[in-house]
């Protein structure tokens, strides 16, 4: 059996405590929990520790809830807060699609939450579901299990940076065989397929496997 462990980055979702929290002190909040009761009619409790030199006056009042410092020991310090469990959360809007959240942190409002899903389909559709309410969506990382030849680090690459002539060049060299050993085709070759000079096509060539590369080695 294999799966594919996924870390997406949220930037400063403005209905996230523990983000508006980190990003009004200037730190990290992380170990983020929850408590729902039986109660439907019950609020849920949820706390998170953030590590800031900040004071409590100033992080609750950057918050938009009923925020409140529960314990704290040197710069660590638990804030606590309640909603209502008919409020949809981003941990619980992944958790959904039966991918239950492994870990979440926040570093000075852009959040990270790390999760297991079992298949390409089901985090594409976790996805799309994040994307639809919030804004700044990006998978970081990508690793797929596999038994017999262990982790598979994956990139997930966002063909929205290629322009569509850098596509079209792309597209048109790998048909011909412009990258295959030997090759089939020539700079040339292909250029003139796609009516342009063969410099032209070095340069769009380069520009597009910059793009790649730069997303492929996380530079």
């Known amino acids: 059996m ?14 996230c405590p523990a983000a508006r929290a980190s990003s009004a002190a200037g730190g990290e909040a992380s170990a983020v929990s929850k408590s729902v009761p039986r109660d439907a009619e019950e609020p849920i409790t949820e706390e998170f520790t953030l590590s800031a030199d900040a004071p409590a006056e ?3 009042a950057s918050v938009d809830t009923d925020l409140r410092e529960v314990f704290a020991s040197g710069e660590k310090r638990v804030y606590r807060f309640e909603r209502s469990q008919t409020r949809t959360c981003l941990c619980e809007c992944i958790e959904q699609f039966d991918c239950p959240v492994q870990g979440i942190y926040s570093r000075d409002g852009e959040l990270t939450v790390s999760f297991y899903a079992p298949d390409i389909d ?12 919030w804004s700044n ?22 063909r929205g940076e290629l322009t ?37 096509f070095t340069e769009h060539l380069a520009a597009a496997q910059g793009k790649l590369l730069s997303t492929i080695l996380d530079t």
């Open 164 to 200: 569509d002539r850098q596509r079209e060049v792309l597209r048109t060299a790998h048909e011909m065989g412009y990258f295959e050993h030997p090759k089939r085709a020539n700079a040339g070759e292909v250029a003139a397929e796609l009516g342009i000079d063969p410099s032209t």
């Open 122 to 133: 089901t985090l594409q559709s976790v996805v799309a579901q994040l994307d639809e309410r």
């Open 58 to 60: 100033s992080v609750e």
């Open 2 to 15: 294999s799966g594919i462990r996924a870390e997406i980055h949220i930037g400063s979702p403005a209905d």
């Open 137 to 158: 969506v990006a998978v970081h990382r990508l690793i797929r299990s596999n038994h017999d030849e262990g982790d598979q680090d994956l990139v997930l690459v966002d």
